[in-house]
């Protein structure tokens, strides 16, 4: 784990992404990762289940449940867009998403605890399983981190200066 008192730097000297914000940016977007996974060994031709598919079936009861999920990933992935274009020049609208990065990621970790529960409560499924109260978990320790870090504060409120 990083030091509070120590940040690592960027080639525009502004602080890095800490590996415990990727760890969440990943976690968040794992819903996205298996689908694109699922859709991208899909097309190998293989017959019956794929290892892929069988996670999925896992990790999500039904389809509505994966759906769900993976509109939670949509404040991660303008997230990351801005990270991508997080550098000096860039346009006014990527310094606003970057500032927001805390509301971002909880937004989408609210969203995917939603999704863990609205299909229960549209009667799509009878139960959720082990698994789905783990994620609601997950998502809830991530929405404590998030707004009980100062790293992560100061990591959306520094962006690097224009040309």
Request: no cysteine.
């Amino acid at each position: 784990m990083s030091s509070d008192n120590h940040y690592d730097y960027d080639k525009y000297l502004s602080l890095k992404v800490s590996q415990e914000l990727w760890l969440i940016i990943l976690y968040l977007l794992h819903p996205f990762i298996l689908l694109f996974s699922t859709i991208r060994l899909g097309r190998g031709g293989a017959k019956g289940v794929s290892g892929v598919d069988g996670l999925k079936r896992l990790v999500y009861q039904d389809n509505f449940s994966l759906a769900l999920a993976i509109l939670a990933t949509v404040p991660v992935l303008l997230l990351v867009y801005a990270w991508v274009r997080r550098k000096p020049g860039a346009p006014a609208f990527v310094r606003r998403l970057w500032a927001k990065g805390v509301v971002l990621l909880t937004s989408a970790a609210v969203l995917y605890i939603g999704g863990v529960f609205v299909p229960l409560l549209t009667h799509v499924i009878a139960s959720i399983r082990p698994i789905g109260w783990g994620q609601v978990a997950i998502s809830i320790l991530i929405i404590f981190y998030l707004f009980t870090s100062k790293r992560v504060r100061d990591i959306f409120a520094d962006f690097p200066e224009g040309e």
